[in-house]
């Protein structure tokens, strides 16, 4: 085995044995073997434990037991905390290799290119119920446009979960423990914003999709979404609304959650500055009947109008 590690698969692991063996079972098989895997346990009993032995001849594995439960994101940080090697594969237990080359393909652009500190892949969606499959591919548009300003990403996840991402060790990134809707989001943008990033065209992960999952509960919940979208335009700077596709995805935002005044989104949680342009889009979607909120083509002239209108009072 290799002095230094060059890739930590890093698990934080909760209960669900079934998928954690089918994780890493897909890594028993991977071609690359220049690797560690890191699971740490937030389980209330040994059944993780119990099959993390059975893997300890297959490759190096560490495994810890939280003392106390860490919950998510917490406990994402605390597998990379354990980590020692310079590259990170955060693999949530739900999520597996799509085959053996999987590794491999990730750590061919780590030697080709040493200025790449950021590496994401196409990956499929593998839905429980109903069963189906869904390849999801980054398109060339959304790449350029990550390159010129990581922000944009407010407006899309395309980069998908922490699953389909390697990147280096560099405990300055960690993922913020105050989010579980937007916590990915913001550590992408807090990353890319001094590394450079690769995309590999190809599903090299399969993403288990269930009820089981913290976004379920987040999904159009104000209370979650409302605090961290807010939290994250803070991190971004409001400027950040002089994008279209930013302030597009905070239309939608405040229309998908019926926003109705500034006393909802206190109402969710939010205490902080409320910026002129999040005001202006709550005041104009007042005006429009709700039925042409609905039709998407209608909603998004009237967001872009909106946006011209915001574009010519910068306030803020």
Not at 58 to 70: A, E, P, V
Not at 254 to 276: A, F, V, W
């Amino acid at each position: 085995m290799p002095d230094q590690i060059l890739i930590s698969i890093c698990i934080p692991a909760y209960k669900g044995i079934d998928f954690l063996q089918r994780l890493l079972d897909s890594i028993t098989i991977q071609t690359f073997k220049n690797f560690e895997v890191v699971v740490t346990d937030d389980s209330p009993d040994e059944t993780v434990n119990t099959l993390c032995l059975k893997y300890q001849n297959s490759f190096r594995l560490q495994y810890y037991r939280n003392t106390t439960t860490l919950g998510t994101p917490a406990n994402w940080n605390e597998a990379i905390r354990k980590a020692e090697g310079e590259w990170i594969k955060l693999m949530h237990d739900d999520d597996w290799f799509s085959d053996e080359h999987s590794l491999e393909s990730f750590a061919e652009i780590i030697a080709n290119d040493r200025s790449i500190a950021f590496i994401f892949s196409a990956y499929k969606n593998v839905y429980l119920n109903p069963s189906r499959t869904k390849n999801i591919f980054a398109s060339r548009f959304w790449i350029r446009k990550l390159d010129k300003n990581p922000a944009v990403l407010f407006s899309g996840n395309f980069i998908g979960p922490p699953s389909v991402v390697l990147h280096k060790k560099n405990l300055d990134f960690l993922y913020d423990d105050r989010m579980k809707w937007l916590v990915d989001i913001d550590f992408y943008i807090r990353y890319l914003s001094v590394g450079r990033s690769s995309y590999i065209h190809k599903t090299l992960v399969n993403v288990g999709i269930s009820d089981r999952q913290v976004t379920k509960n987040a999904f159009r919940n104000r209370t979650i979404e409302i605090p961290e979208s807010f939290l994250l335009l803070e991190k971004t700077g409001v400027k950040i609304l002089k994008n279209i596709a930013v302030f597009d995805a905070w239309w939608r935002l405040i229309r998908n959650l019926g926003i109705k005044n500034e006393e909802n989104i206190r109402q969710s949680g939010y205490d902080g500055n409320i910026p002129s342009k999040i005001t202006g889009m709550i005041r104009a979607q007042q005006k429009i009947p709700a039925q042409w909120l609905k039709i998407g083509p209608i909603s998004k002239i009237c967001m872009f109008a909106c946006f011209l209108f915001a574009k010519g009072n910068p306030g803020d």
